[in-house]
């Protein structure tokens, strides 16, 4: 989805490094999230936010850490990268109400720790 | 808590032939349920979704019937084709927890 704009697309960094994926939406949605993706496991939920002012930890937090700098960006740091960190992530954006809003995906960024 | 749980693949059909990919949830409440679709190298996509019980979302030729007695949202198509080769996913929205829990996938590869 264009309207979700995630950077970088790949990225192949060492143990111990700082890593930091941006993520911005044209889509004017309150609402981001940034998900893991891994092998058989479906989707995983890290952070979310409702909106400028608000963080939440999702299911898998631990080792992540984010910022909501604007309504359009989000971004996701790994303050010390280790290799389990390996993954696909994905941001994604939904408008706020009831009965749970469809979610807009990112193409993802391919995340390697060597 | 919430969980969504789906065959197990890959699924691998001929063209035009019958799809159906099974998934079933627990969850408290009347949580929505949604299918999305992921293609080579591409993030998620909204498929269909249902609300409630007995709802029927439908797309593409796709379709699943929000069944509560069975807690089940059951994927189908009644002829695949070639371009419908993606991994789906199921998924559930509890209003109580504020977020999508997922199935694992279900790789579907459709050959000619």
């Known amino acids: 989805d264009a309207d979700v704009t995630q950077t970088p697309r790949n990225r192949i960094t060492k143990t111990g490094k700082r890593i930091m994926l941006e993520c911005s939406q044209t889509?004017?949605?309150?609402?981001m999230y940034w998900y893991r993706q891994d092998p058989g496991l479906g989707l995983r939920l890290i952070y979310y936010?409702?909106?400028?002012?608000?963080?939440n930890k999702g299911e898998i937090s631990d080792g992540y850490s984010v910022s909501r700098q604007a309504q359009a960006k989000f971004s996701l740091s790994l303050e010390s990268a280790i290799p389990n960190q390996t993954a696909l992530y994905f941001c994604a954006t939904s408008d706020s109400g009831p009965r749970g809003q469809p979610q807009h995906f990112g193409d993802g960024t391919r995340l390697s720790i060597l | 808590g919430d969980s969504v749980t789906q065959m197990e693949g890959p699924v691998t059909l001929s063209e035009e032939a019958f799809l159906t990919i099974n998934c079933t949830y627990t969850?408290?409440?009347?949580?929505?349920l949604f299918w999305y679709v992921q293609y080579p190298g591409e993030g998620l996509q909204l498929l269909l979704k249902?609300?409630?019980?007995?709802d029927k979302g439908s797309n593409k030729g796709f379709e699943a019937t929000y069944r509560k007695e069975t807690t089940s949202f059951h994927l189908e198509k009644g002829s695949v084709q070639v371009s419908d080769s993606a991994v789906y996913f199921c998924a559930l929205y509890n209003n109580a927890g504020n977020m999508l829990t997922f199935g694992g996938g279900t790789r579907l590869m459709v050959k000619p």
């Open positions: 936010s409702f909106d400028v002012k608000d963080i």
């Open positions: 969850a408290t409440g009347y949580p929505s």
């Open positions: 249902a609300t409630k019980a007995d």
């Open positions: 889509k004017g949605h309150d609402r």
